[in-house]
């Protein structure tokens, strides 16, 4: 797996964008970045993925930099239930030794 | 589709007794994994399975876990002579098993140890 690097927590306005960074600088050319999230004493619920493009789907966009060795998930109007540990990963495809770090924990504020 | 499911919820068990925990995945998902989560930290991989075979398992904490899938649908990850230590949240999660591979995680089994 790619290491990567998370800010330990944020915070965000009800109704605001909520931007989440990711450092990934050792990511190989095949291994896709994952964001999951997970709400206290539940399992990580999957958000989306991608491997070069940005992408984009119901719940959030995630934009990969050209170089791919970061990105940034974006909840477009983050609401109280949006406050959650939020992960990214780039698990190995070969390996499948999934790593998970500690995440970053965002508190969606009023 | 009804997504991942676990069983037990929750278990308290007395030190140095035998627990078993249960994980039946998505019905056409081939992959199927086991994590364990402590208070504050992010899922810490243990085993997978392809189908009915065990591909990886050298991230099992030790000797006392095991983990089978044995006709490659539901599994099960047993720990013996469980410890204080044991205590924490097991979770399960399914894939296809494709490139790019998602994986759907269940509402995981939280072990106390007394």
């Known amino acids: 797996d790619a290491k990567t690097t998370q800010p330990t927590s944020m915070d965000c306005a009800e109704g605001r964008a909520a931007n989440l960074p990711c450092n990934h600088s050792?990511?190989?050319?095949?291994?896709?970045v994952y964001w999951y999230r997970q709400i206290h004493s539940q399992g990580p619920q999957y958000i989306i993925h991608?491997?070069?493009n940005n992408e984009t789907n119901e719940m959030a966009s995630l934009i990969i930099t050209e170089d791919r060795k970061s990105s940034t998930l974006i909840l477009p109007h983050a609401t109280l239930r949006d406050t959650a540990v939020y992960y990214c990963?780039?698990?190995?495809?070969?390996?499948?030794?999934?790593?998970f770090g500690a995440g970053t924990r965002l508190f969606v504020k009023a | 589709d009804t997504g991942v499911s676990q069983d037990p919820r929750h278990k308290i068990t007395k030190r140095g007794q035998n627990v078993t925990f249960r994980c039946d995945p998505i019905?056409?998902?081939?992959?199927l994994y086991w994590y364990r989560q402590t208070l504050g930290q992010g899922p810490e991989f243990l085993t997978y399975?392809?189908?009915?075979?065990?591909?990886?398992k050298s991230r099992l904490l030790s000797d006392r876990f095991s983990a089978e899938r044995p006709k490659g649908s539901f599994s099960t990850l047993e720990i013996q002579r469980t410890e204080q230590g044991d205590s924490a949240m097991y979770l399960c999660?399914?894939?296809?098993?494709?490139?790019?591979?998602?994986?759907?995680f269940g509402p995981g089994t939280r072990l106390t140890v007394l």
């Open positions: 999660a399914s894939s296809q098993g494709f490139s790019g591979d998602t994986q759907y």
């Open positions: 019905s056409e998902h081939n992959r």
């Open positions: 050792t990511i190989s050319g095949n291994e896709y």
């Open positions: 399975f392809q189908n009915e075979a065990q591909l990886e």
């Open positions: 991608g491997l070069k």
């Open positions: 990963i780039a698990p190995n495809t070969g390996g499948f030794k999934t790593i």
